[in-house]
């Protein structure tokens, strides 16, 4: 018997988190509308992350806040009131890379854990232990380490330190964070959750002489994409993440979407449980196989195996095989109510993913409009379809179809 680490999934809004909470997750990580490392997703205002919480403690999951930016001066004057804030909602933790932060979050949030950020670089056991002796209840680990060298971290700090490490997801060219490409280019600083990504951007030479051209730096016309790190993906070495001594896995993605969230939650519980009874055996390739069917880039085992993650340099692409072209939203008799969000025909062989029990495969027959109007396809945006079947589909549940080589 393996003991189960923590699921740790990513919330970028509220559509997220729910997709997280009923695709498995133990525990969501989230942030406000300031302070947080993803600017992009819609975040929570003070009265959402009151909710959210409120959602997930009804549900047994745990609700770690993000306040993991670098903030400058300006900045410091309405954060003890947002830490505060956090510690009234019942927030179970907060996500930290600044000592300034910190010690005001001991400060004004004294009842919350800390976690120290994977931005704080933690590459070595003096510095976890720093972390505890400041107060800190786990670290997340810097994406540099193997798994011998977290193993040796495991063994040299206090028992109840617990050791976070990510499992899945992109992987910034930057590892530990502190980048300062995107400022430079773009004027966005990413340590403070503005980050343009110019690592996934195409380059390319001048010469001094000709300032006005651009010359390729390899021999096709795809471009160069000298900074584009693969993608992560530990769902099969799950045990020796765990032997290794990690205790929370987290998937990275608060900027994706709610889809991607349910999918690889799904996918890594799935994995949890199986290993928890069968540590020595490989990971069935159908659970394997749901990380396959959302988008990403290359995978790889970044720096745990003693390899390291790798460049894709002729694409930034996604690879998408599968296409979510509707959500169950309800029953009504003997049909389920569908939206559709890419176009589908019927006839068509649909993937079905929905909590709590593996994927299956349904026909797409017997299609209607709102009008209950018979239909051979659903070809705009956001219409209401319904789905003639006994199949028993429930409201969230995602319908994919394989896309054509």
């Known amino acids: 018997m393996m003991n189960k680490p923590e699921l740790l999934a990513p919330a970028g809004d509220m559509e997220r988190l729910q997709a997280a909470v009923r695709y498995g997750a133990d525990a969501v990580y989230l942030a406000g509308k300031d302070y947080g490392m993803r600017a992009a997703p819609g975040n929570f205002t003070h009265e959402e992350l009151a909710q959210a919480v409120e959602l997930c403690h009804s549900q047994g999951v ?63 056991y003096a510095a976890a232990q720093a972390c505890y002796d400041l107060g800190a209840r786990r670290v997340v680990l810097a994406r540099e380490l193997s798994l011998a060298e977290i193993g040796e971290i495991a063994r040299s700090v206090p ?31 990413a ?22 051209q651009h010359f390729p730096i390899i021999e096709n016309e795809g471009g160069a994409y000298i900074l584009n790190s693969n993608d992560l993906r530990m769902i099969q070495h799950i045990p020796a993440m765990v032997r290794a001594g990690v205790r929370s896995l987290k998937i990275e993605g608060r900027a994706k979407s709610a889809y991607y969230v349910a999918c690889v939650t799904a996918a890594y519980r799935r994995a949890i449980d199986f ?32 390899g390291e993650p790798g460049q894709t340099p002729d694409r930034s692409q996604y690879t998408r095989k599968y296409e979510v072209v509707a959500v169950a939203e309800g029953r009504e008799g003997d049909y389920i109510r569908l939206r559709e969000r890419n176009r589908f025909f019927a006839g068509s062989t649909a993937d079905v993913l929905q909590p709590g ?35 028993p589909v429930e409201p969230g549940a995602y319908l994919r179809v394989k896309k054509e080589p």
Not at 96 to 123: C, N, W, Y
Not at 280 to 300: A, C, F, G, M, V
Request: charged share 20%; with cysteine.
């Open 62 to 124: 745990r609700v770690y806040v993000t306040c993991n930016t670098l903030p400058r001066n300006h900045e410091l004057e309405a954060l003890p009131g947002f830490l505060a804030h956090c510690q009234s909602c019942g927030a179970d933790g907060l996500i930290i890379s600044d000592l300034g932060v910190l010690a005001l979050a001991r400060k004004h949030a004294p009842q919350v854990e800390l976690h120290v950020s994977t931005q704080t670089g933690i590459v070595n």
């Open 191 to 212: 340590n403070r959750g503005q980050c343009a990504q110019p690592c996934r951007w195409e380059y390319s030479l001048t010469e001094k002489q000709r300032p006005n």
């Open 275 to 306: 290993f928890a009874q069968h540590p020595d055996q490989p990971l069935p390739p159908e659970i394997l196989e749901e990380t396959e069917k959302l988008s990403h880039r290359t995978y790889s085992a970044g720096f745990y195996l003693g």
């Open 159 to 189: 028992p109840d330190l617990e050791l976070e490490a990510f499992a899945h997801g992109s992987m910034c060219v930057s590892f530990s964070g502190r980048c300062l490409l995107s400022n430079y280019l773009a004027g966005r600083d």
């Open 357 to 391: 029990q593996p994927p299956f495969t349904a026909r797409l027959e017997e299609l209607y409009n709102q009008d209950w109007e018979p239909i051979t396809s659903a070809p705009h945006a956001e219409m209401l379809v319904y789905w003639k079947t006994s199949l």
